[in-house]
């Protein structure tokens, strides 16, 4: 059975840091592509960053520079450090597990439940 579990969200002030953390099961961590995305009310869920196995992130434009992610094949875990967050960084975010060459449009699995990340003004 997968599992993604996320940790770390919480309520910070405008400018603060936050740092996420996933921790996956039931897959072969080390050769699937792991992303966070994350949904606001009333939004589609969007693609934050997401990284390969051998490590190469991709990033959203609204993101770049502010966030980082990374991943341990070795404990199963991927973290998206968020740094210099803003209000419209407020959202759910998800951890995603995905097979090499799937893209990064959305995939019906495999995905965590979600932590809820609020940032004040």
């Known amino acids: 059975q997968v599992q993604l579990v996320e940790s770390g969200g919480g309520l910070v002030q405008a400018g603060g840091s936050l740092r996420l953390s996933c921790a996956a099961s039931?897959?072969?961590?080390?050769?699937?592509?792991m992303a966070w995305y994350r949904q606001a009310p009333g939004k589609q869920r969007e693609l934050v960053a997401g990284i390969v196995s051998g490590g190469r992130a991709v990033y959203d434009d609204s993101v770049k520079g502010r966030f980082t992610i990374s991943r341990d094949n070795a404990k199963n875990t991927v973290t998206l450090q968020m740094n210099s967050l803003k209000p419209e960084d407020t959202a759910t975010y998800y951890c995603n597990a995905r097979p090499p060459g799937s893209g990064w449009g959305p995939i019906p699995r495999y995905w965590g439940r979600g932590t809820q990340v609020t940032v004040s003004s």
């Open positions: 039931g897959i072969s961590f080390s050769s699937y592509v």
